[in-house]
């Protein structure tokens, strides 16, 4: 039974409840990238390049059945992709940090020091005469 209750502990902390959250967030975030670059800029960007479809980009090597094809257009899509991943994922943390920063620069209500505390109690006694 120490097993089983030790393992529900494990899975019922913060952090590993953070990673699971993060997970499925990140999978859906995944989706929506996904598709901004297959549904939005790579048309765009074949529109420049002259209708170019960068996934049937190849090279064949060879002759008959043992030949082989160097798909470099896939890899060049890949690549493409990961750059746009990479600036959403940058961009979206660096307004996350603007968002911390901001908070942090709040400052605190300074706790009056003894002397002021004082002088303000002789304030408070003269406006009382």
Not at 74 to 85: A, P, S, W
Not at 102 to 127: C, H, M, T, Y
């Amino acid at each position: 039974m120490g097993f089983v209750k030790e393992f529900k502990e494990f899975a019922m902390k913060g952090n590993v409840m953070d990673m699971a959250v993060g997970v499925i967030i990140g999978g859906a975030f995944g989706k929506i990238v996904s598709s901004l670059v297959d549904d939005v800029l790579m048309p765009a960007i074949g529109m420049l390049t002259g209708n170019v479809d960068f996934t049937s980009l190849a090279l064949k090597i060879g002759e008959g059945e043992g030949a082989a094809v160097l798909k470099y257009g896939t890899f060049i899509q890949n690549i493409i992709d990961f750059l746009i991943i990479a600036l959403c994922i940058f961009l979206m943390i660096k307004g996350m940090n603007k968002l911390t920063k901001k908070k942090e620069e709040e400052p605190a209500p300074a706790e009056p020091s003894n002397e002021e505390k004082l002088l303000g109690e002789i304030r408070d006694l003269l406006k009382n005469k």
